[in-house]
């Protein structure tokens, strides 16, 4: 009987103190309390210092403290570029300026690879869209042509009593280097330039007077002049008369 009554003592023991074991590790929980905000400090007294005026005035003079605006050292160009193209990002960032991009490229490039299909199939694009050039009132092929051969006296007579004043120009510049080539000046080749006469024309009196009317006839062939004036033409006839003069009088290259 007395072993039993002791085993019962024992687990009434361990039950009491599990109870108490357990009320000590759960301490007891309170309502939380919100804290009161402090009044405020009505009592103290705040004094502000102001600096002495001297030393205001020191500050104000030393470099570090004087703030200016700098000033842009680009120019106005570099300015209106930078602005430019900082408008142009801002475009092109916006779902517009995109689209606007996107159909300018693709239209730029259809223009070009049809500019390029015109230009392999020899369409002439100045009669398409623009006024055709005036043809020559006399049948003349420059291509053919050859100094020795020509009779510039009637050819000259007969370009400038049809008004083809263009004509008559590089007629009257062909006559020059025909006399220069008898007098023994230059020599010429049907594959020379102009400027190659120019550089063998060794006679100091020939040269400017040449170089001249070499200017005058490529700007008015080669810059298709077919308009030129009766007034105009009369300076540049005058000139290469005078040319021709000089070349007569001129001595001949041994």
């Known amino acids: ?8 003592a024992l687990l009434l023991l361990f039950q009491t103190a599990a109870a108490v074991s357990g009320a000590v590790a759960q301490p007891a929980r309170h309502p939380a309390r919100s804290a009161a905000p402090l009044p405020a400090d009505r009592t103290s007294r705040v004094t502000l210092r102001q600096p002495p005026a001297g030393r205001l005035r020191a500050y104000r003079e030393q470099r570090a403290f004087q703030y200016v605006e700098a000033r842009s050292e680009r120019s106005g160009s570099s300015l209106l570029w930078a602005r430019l193209w900082n408008w142009l990002d ?3 960032s916006t779902k517009s300026g995109r689209a606007a991009w996107e159909y300018g490229f693709y239209t730029f490039l259809i223009g070009a690879l049809g500019f ?38 009637a050819l000259l007579a007969e370009a400038e009593a049809a008004g083809n004043y263009r004509l008559a120009v590089r007629l009257g510049y062909l006559a020059v280097l025909k006399q220069l080539t008898d007098r ?22 020939l040269r400017p007077a040449f170089r001249e009317l070499t200017q005058q006839f490529e700007y008015v062939w080669y ?32």
């Open 90 to 92: 801002t475009f092109l």
């Open 184 to 205: 023994g000046l230059i020599q010429w080749q049907p594959e020379k330039t102009n400027h190659d006469y120019l550089r063998e024309l060794t006679a100091r009196p």
């Open 116 to 153: 390029v299909v015109l230009k392999l199939l020899q369409v002439d694009l100045t009669r398409a869209f623009g006024r055709a050039p005036r043809r020559s009132p006399l049948p003349y092929d420059a291509a053919a042509e050859n100094i020795h051969a020509l009779d510039f006296n």
């Open 1 to 8: 009987m007395w072993p039993r009554f002791l085993l019962c």
């Open 223 to 254: 810059g298709e002049q077919n308009d030129l004036p009766a007034a105009h033409y009369a300076l540049a006839r005058d000139a290469r008369v005078a040319l021709q003069q000089l070349i007569a009088t001129s001595r001949p290259a041994v």
